[in-house]
T-cell receptor, first 109, second 116 residues
Framework: TQLLEQSPQFLSIQEGENLTVYCNSS?????LQWYRQEPGEGPVLLVT?????EVKKLKRLTFQFGDARKDSSLHITAAQPGDTGLYLC?????????FGTGTRLLVSP | DAGVTQSPTHLIKTRGQHVTLRCSPI?????VSWYQQVLGQGPQFIFQ???????GRGNFPDRFSARQFPNYSSELNVNALLLGDSALYLC???????????????FGQGTRLTVV
């Protein structure tokens, strides 16, 4: 069974701070996705990483896929209150996603 | 274009009852997947349907069943509800075909089920 562990589980920071969220597994994934979910909504895809060592940037968000394709990280620079939400990593194919445990981020003004 | 729509948005049921949740995929999407998200956790895969056939099943008891209709909409049924079935049930649709490149799955807003 493929499992994805995320850390930290909860993060409360002030606007302007930087943060990193980690997603780790003992299994190799052909690709990993990162989603953001807001209360009362379904997850929304932020990025897909496919190649080991790959780095992708989405404005202030930087995503990295580990060389061995077993882990990934999400770094947010100068966090804003609009970044508040539940961040989920997932893998295993879009139709049968294995989701991580989630990181709940709260950014205060 | 309409996204993935789920109904109802909220539901309260009593233990032992049965529930049916509905999902309409994005137009043109033939694959529908269902997920259960318990409060404070990530979603867990329940079923995938494609072209009206079950293509994948997660680790859920037989009380959970689903089906897909000719118009690609889908229903998730849960019998003999338990308190632990209280969760957000998410439906995701995608354009998928065996042997071909898979595309992103789009999620609906979910159905919040509370079992009392």
């Amino acid at each position: 069974t493929q499992l994805l562990e995320q850390s930290p589980q909860f993060l409360s920071i002030q606007e302007g701070e930087n943060l990193t969220v980690y997603c780790n597994s003992s299994s190799v994934f052909s690709s990993l996705q990162w989603y953001r979910q807001e209360p009362g909504e379904g997850p929304v895809l932020l990025v897909t990483v496919v190649t080991g060592g790959e780095v992708k940037k989405l404005k202030r968000l930087t995503f990295q896929f580990g060389d061995a394709r077993k882990d990934s990280s999400l770094h947010i620079t100068a966090a804003q209150p609009g970044d508040t939400g539940l961040y989920l990593c997932a893998g295993g194919g879009f139709q049968k996603l294995v989701f991580g445990t989630g990181t709940r981020l709260l950014v205060s003004p | 274009d309409a996204g993935v729509t789920q109904s109802p948005t909220h539901l309260i049921k009593t233990r032992g009852q049965h529930v049916t949740l509905r999902c309409s995929p994005i137009s043109g999407h033939k694959s529908v997947s269902w997920y259960q998200q318990v409060l404070g956790q990530g979603p867990q895969f329940i079923f995938q349907y494609y072209e009206k056939e079950e293509r994948g099943r997660g680790n859920f008891p037989d009380r959970f069943s689903a089906r897909q209709f000719p118009n690609y909409s889908s229903e998730l049924n849960v019998n003999a509800l338990l308190l632990g079935d209280s969760a957000l049930y998410l439906c995701a649709s995608s354009h998928w075909a065996t042997g071909k490149m898979n595309t992103e799955a789009f999620f609906g807003q979910g159905t919040r089920l509370t079992v009392v």
